[in-house]
């Protein structure tokens, strides 16, 4: 497994901006597919993005496609989650994920999961 430890997260007025850091450690990162999930109160954890080993390939949910992107450092060995025009609705706890294979279908697919970071978008 990889330890993976998220930054970023805070209190942001909607129509804010955020970027969340993950940091990776124990494994060789440019071999990791790596996503983002959130998990609101009371709701289960969805999908949120995923970027591919070598960044060629990148996935974001309806929910957040054209606020929301994804990217990658293999050499800091760190993925980015740049959030913009937030909306209450994305309010959650915010996890980085890493998988080990070119591109996940299912958040079971993943084996290392961090701690979480909380953004939390007022009205």
């Known amino acids: 497994q990889v330890q993976l430890v998220e930054s970023g997260g805070g209190l942001v007025q909607a129509g804010g901006s955020l970027r969340l850091s993950c940091a990776a450690s124990?494994?060789?990162?440019?071999?990791?597919?790596m996503g983002w999930f959130r998990q609101a109160p009371g709701k289960e954890r969805e999908f949120v993005a995923l970027?591919?080993?070598?960044?060629?390939?990148?996935s974001h949910a309806d929910a957040v496609k054209g606020r929301f992107t994804i990217s990658r450092d293999n050499a800091k060995n760190t993925v980015f989650l740049q959030m913009n025009s937030l909306k209450p609705d994305d309010t959650g706890v915010y996890y980085c994920a890493a998988a080990p294979k070119s591109w996940p279908q299912s958040s079971d697919e993943y084996d290392s999961w961090g701690q979480g970071t909380q953004v939390t978008v007022s009205s």
């Open positions: 124990g494994r060789t990162f440019s071999y990791l597919a």
């Open positions: 970027i591919s080993r070598s960044s060629i390939m990148k």
